[in-house]
């Protein structure tokens, strides 16, 4: 088995990622067994302020530092649970001494398998507005949507007043269930919970569209790598 590497960036991201591998490996192998699994984080604060400064170069180069740090702990090959630097990817995969697996990949591919052919994407105001799934849904002709700008505006409140500190509201979630039915009455036929931190507060039975968990999906991909199953 491969020895996984998560480089996290908000601790409840990291540590959703983190429990799916470790909850779900027997899938795959006995009870109570999964892949040796190690989990470097900067500070939120750290990426935030880097980000501020240098951009998403920057933030690249972090996601690279961290890439470095796991592999030197033995991981062969590392995944980030955070959508939005994900902006970064491509630099930070190209300064990395390992291989990294992309979040929204596993996704995409899904979206492919069932068919959808229009996706709301839900996540911070960077992940929204940016090229993290909107390139990767172009490229296999699937169109995204995103919210109005004070739906956007009110995500992210959302997200770094509330999920970030691991505070789940029911007023939120509420807020969250209305804007998937306005997403459904626009023509969506499914939707991404691209902020690694609103699967925690948004689950299936609150949603009137099917939802990509994108979190959990990048654990998923990630064991199955890991001990070698076939990815799509």
């Known amino acids: 088995m491969k020895h996984i590497g998560i480089a996290g960036c908000s601790a ?3 540590a959703l990622c983190y429990r ?4 779900e490996g027997s ?3 006995k ?3 999964h892949p040796e699994v190690s989990v470097h984080t900067f500070s939120l604060a750290h990426y935030m302020e880097v980000l501020d400064k240098q951009g998403w170069e920057g933030v690249g180069r972090l996601m690279a530092d961290s890439a470095t740090k796991l592999s030197r702990a033995g991981a062969e090959f590392v995944v980030c649970p955070d959508n939005t630097v994900h902006q970064a990817f491509d630099l930070a995969a190209s300064l990395s001494p390992i291989p990294w697996l992309h979040i929204a990949d596993a996704i995409t591919q899904e979206a492919v398998n069932r068919k959808y052919r229009r996706i709301a994407v839900f996540g911070t105001r960077w992940l929204m507005e940016g090229p993290v799934y909107a390139d990767k849904f172009a490229a296999a002709e699937i169109e995204s949507v995103i919210p109005a700008d004070g739906d956007r505006e009110k995500i992210k409140t959302i997200i770094f007043s509330e999920l970030v500190k691991g505070q ?3 007023a939120s979630r509420r807020y969250f269930s209305g804007l998937i039915d306005q997403m459904r009455d626009q023509g969506c036929d499914a939707v991404v919970l691209g902020c690694t931190e609103i699967p925690l507060l948004v689950r299936q039975v609150d949603s009137a569209l099917p939802i990509f968990d994108s979190t959990r999906m990048l654990a998923r991909t990630a064991l199955k790598h890991a001990v070698g199953c076939e990815l799509p």
Request: glycine residues 6%; charged residues 25%.
């Open 12 to 14: 409840e991201g990291a």
């Open 27 to 29: 899938q795959f192998l």
């Open 20 to 23: 799916t591998i470790c909850q």
């Open 168 to 170: 789940l509201k029911p």
């Open 31 to 33: 009870e109570h067994d």
